[in-house]
C-alpha cells in the first residue's frame, strides 16, 4: 500500500491527511474602518474594512464590535501577501468610519518547536499538521440564504465571508435630468450577540448618463460563509 498518513473521527470525516493542511491559528488583531473604495461604476459606496496578512492560502474571520451589515467585497494577492476587502450596507446601518472590527487568521502551521506530539508533512516536506498547534475550530460552513439566520449562542465567534454577489437597480432619470438612477444591492451578513442574519441591501448608489453598456452584476444567490470558534484564540 502507499505510505502516509490519514485519520479519521468517529463519523468518518477526513481530520488529517498528508496532502492537505489544517488550518492553524495564526494570530488576531484589530483593523479599522475607512472610507469607500472605488466600485465598477462611479458613485456613493459604503465604508470598507482593509486587512493584509501574509501566508499560503489564509482565510480571514471578522468579528465585528457593532451589529452592522457587511459583505465580502474582494481578495488581492501580491507573493505571499493577501489584501482581503469588506463592505456593507449604506449609512447607519453599516460599518462606519473609525469603527474597529477584531479579526482572526487562519493557514497552514509552522513548526511549533515543541518535542511533544506528532508532525505530519506532505511530499514537497511541508508541514500540513503539527500537534502543537491550535486549529480552526468551525461551528458552521455552507450557505445562508437571504431572510436565513444562524445562532451559535453566546460563545465567542467569527465569520469568514467567502463570496460577493450583488445586482443593480435603475431607475429612469428624474424630471429635467438625464441621469439615470441606480443602486448597487448585494447579500450582506449582520452580526447580532448570538449569530448572524442574511439580506440584501444596498451597498452602493449614483447616477449615470450612458444607459447603453449595461452595468456588470453577479448572480443572486446565497451568502457563503464559515463560523469559526474563536473562544481562547
Given at each position: 500500500?502507499?505510505?502516509?498518513?490519514?485519520?479519521f473521527n468517529d463519523d468518518h470525516y477526513l481530520v488529517i491527511d498528508e496532502n492537505f493542511f489544517n488550518y492553524s491559528f495564526k494570530g488576531?488583531?484589530?483593523?479599522?474602518?475607512?472610507?469607500?473604495?472605488?466600485?465598477?461604476?462611479?458613485?456613493?459606496?459604503?465604508?470598507?474594512?482593509?486587512?493584509?496578512?501574509?501566508?499560503?492560502?489564509?482565510?480571514?474571520?471578522?468579528?465585528?464590535?457593532?451589529?452592522?451589515?457587511?459583505?465580502?467585497?474582494?481578495?488581492?494577492?501580491?507573493?505571499?501577501?493577501?489584501?482581503?476587502?469588506?463592505?456593507?450596507?449604506?449609512?447607519?446601518?453599516?460599518?462606519?468610519?473609525?469603527?474597529?472590527?477584531?479579526?482572526?487568521?487562519?493557514?497552514?502551521?509552522?513548526?511549533?518547536?515543541?518535542?511533544?506530539?506528532?508532525?505530519?508533512?506532505?511530499?514537497?516536506?511541508?508541514?500540513?499538521?503539527?500537534?502543537?498547534?491550535?486549529?480552526?475550530?468551525?461551528?458552521?460552513?455552507?450557505?445562508?440564504?437571504?431572510?436565513?439566520?444562524?445562532?451559535?449562542?453566546?460563545?465567542?465567534?467569527?465569520?469568514?465571508?467567502?463570496?460577493?454577489?450583488y445586482f443593480y437597480r435603475e431607475s429612469p432619470p428624474e424630471v429635467g435630468s438625464n441621469n439615470h438612477i441606480w443602486a448597487m444591492v448585494?447579500?450582506?451578513?449582520?452580526?447580532?450577540?448570538?449569530?448572524?442574519?442574511?439580506?440584501?441591501?444596498?451597498?452602493?448608489?449614483?447616477?449615470?448618463?450612458?444607459?447603453?453598456?449595461?452595468?456588470?452584476?453577479?448572480?443572486?444567490?446565497?451568502?457563503?460563509?464559515?463560523?469559526?470558534?474563536?473562544?481562547?484564540?
Open positions: 500500500m502507499p505510505a502516509g498518513l490519514t485519520v488576531k488583531g484589530t483593523a479599522t474602518v475607512t472610507g469607500p473604495v472605488a466600485g465598477p461604476v462611479i458613485g456613493g459606496y459604503a465604508n470598507t474594512l482593509i486587512i493584509t496578512v501574509t501566508g499560503d492560502a489564509p482565510i480571514v474571520a471578522i468579528k465585528p464590535n457593532a451589529t452592522h451589515r457587511w459583505c465580502y467585497h474582494s481578495t488581492t494577492r501580491s507573493g505571499n501577501t493577501w489584501t482581503f476587502r469588506f463592505t456593507g450596507n449604506l449609512g447607519s446601518l453599516g460599518p462606519q468610519i473609525g469603527e474597529t472590527v477584531t479579526y482572526y487568521v487562519f493557514d497552514r502551521p509552522d513548526d511549533s518547536g515543541t518535542n511533544v506530539g506528532f508532525q505530519v508533512f506532505d511530499a514537497s516536506g511541508k508541514l500540513t499538521f503539527d500537534a502543537g498547534r491550535k486549529y480552526m475550530r468551525l461551528l458552521y460552513a455552507g450557505s445562508l440564504a437571504i431572510g436565513g439566520s444562524l445562532d451559535f449562542g453566546t460563545g465567542n465567534y467569527g465569520v469568514a465571508l467567502l463570496n460577493q454577489y448585494a447579500g450582506t451578513i449582520q452580526f447580532n450577540a448570538t449569530g448572524v442574519t442574511a439580506a440584501n441591501f444596498e451597498v452602493a448608489t449614483g447616477t449615470r448618463a450612458n444607459i447603453d453598456a449595461p452595468l456588470p452584476n453577479q448572480a443572486n444567490g446565497d451568502t457563503y460563509l464559515m463560523a469559526i470558534d474563536v473562544s481562547g484564540y
